[in-house]
């Protein structure tokens, strides 16, 4: 692993983590821009299109940061890694009630994360996410649970980083 990642080591630099996860947003929108139903609401701020793809930039940065720390990881936290992410595209593709995935995700990405393309691109969509969710669609109480289930799975992965004094150090 360590060969590999000294040979794409690159792919970590903010910069190309940004125009990766951009370049994963764009790919995401264009798929999307297939629907009929999604191009003919394309331009509401409160559309599903302009909701689902701005949250892919902070995705794809996440999994970068996370591809990049493999070594210094543990299983349990890789566990909790697991458990936020298919929790929060439950709402997704099922019914996980009462969390919304969107601020479930950020949340625990803004938290965890070291990378400061993730970390960046999480607070801009999670304002966005914020504003729609509360003063748009009026639903407080998805988004503040999956802010608090955030940060209890933020905390938990936290207390066992193997030193937690650099645990909020970016790079």
Known sequence: MDRLRSRF???????VSLLVSLSGAAACAAYLLRSPDIRSHVFESAGPFMYVVPI???????LLDRLERWGERNNLQGLVDAIVVVTAMGRMVGKVPLVSGHTLFLAYCI??????????????????????????WHDFVTSTCGIVLACVAAFIALRMEPSRTTSFEMR
């Open 111 to 136: 938290l965890t994360s070291r990378s400061i393309v993730a970390r960046l691109a999480a607070i801009v969509v999670m304002i966005q996410t914020i504003y729609l969710k509360y003063l748009v």
């Open 56 to 62: 892919v930039v902070p995705f794809v940065a996440f």
């Open 9 to 15: 080591a690159f792919i970590f630099r903010p910069w």
